[in-house]
């Protein structure tokens, strides 16, 4: 049988403490360096927080700015005068505008349906700088009065007439053009086979 024996007194068994001088270097510079590693992940974010930080204020003040400029623009754009005149004159046209629309309205029930169609076509036809004051259809001979501040725009409108089916195939001409200065070039087109008609019709009116 075997049997162990411990030969070692207790004065020479070996020192078994836990705490060491190496130990507590080793310890001491972990901790030092996790402290030094946080320390500047700390920094690191807190300066990107701070440059987001100036970088939204820039922002907020760059907008600010450009909102002072723009309502400046717009208080100045009010005291306009020369944009005053041109939205008294888009009221102008809308108002004759409205005008010719209960006309249509007015004519539209006593006439046919093809006749609504004629409207239609001449709605779509619509120049900003021509205005109708009166259509007049007679024996399916149809004329229109009206004015326009650039009188190089007519024959372009009538030629786009070519592109509605009540229009097209309808030869109009121009029977009467009168320069009434600033108010514009007063005109009279209609049928050419029914000329005389039209002059007629135009003299009644005058």
Request: no cysteine; aromatic share 8%; net charge neutral.
């Amino acid at each position: 049988m075997k049997t162990f024996a411990n030969l070692y007194v207790p004065e020479l068994r070996p020192n078994r403490e836990w705490l060491t001088l190496q130990r507590f270097v080793v310890t001491a510079v972990s901790l030092i360096a996790v402290f030094v590693v946080a320390w500047l992940v700390l920094k690191f974010i807190a300066g990107q927080q701070q440059a987001a930080f100036v970088a939204s204020v820039t922002q907020a003040n760059q907008i600010e700015v450009q909102l002072r400029q723009r309502q400046a623009a717009l208080e100045q754009a009010l005291n306009d005068s020369s944009l005053n005149e041109e939205l008294d004159s888009v009221q102008h046209r809308l108002t004759l505008r409205q005008r010719l629309l209960v006309q249509m309205q007015q004519l539209t029930g006593r006439n046919s349906v093809s006749f609504s169609q004629l409207l239609v076509d001449l709605a779509a036809a619509d120049e900003h700088a021509i205005w109708l004051h009166r259509i007049l259809l007679q024996d399916q001979a149809l004329t229109l009065q009206g004015v326009t501040l650039e009188p190089q725009q007519l024959p372009a409108w009538l030629a786009d007439f070519s592109q509605y089916p009540t229009l097209k195939d309808r030869p109009f001409g121009v029977f009467e053009l009168r320069d009434e200065g600033e108010r514009g070039l007063r005109f009279t087109v209609g049928h050419l086979q029914h000329s005389r008609d039209v002059q007629a019709v135009s003299g009644s009116m005058q």
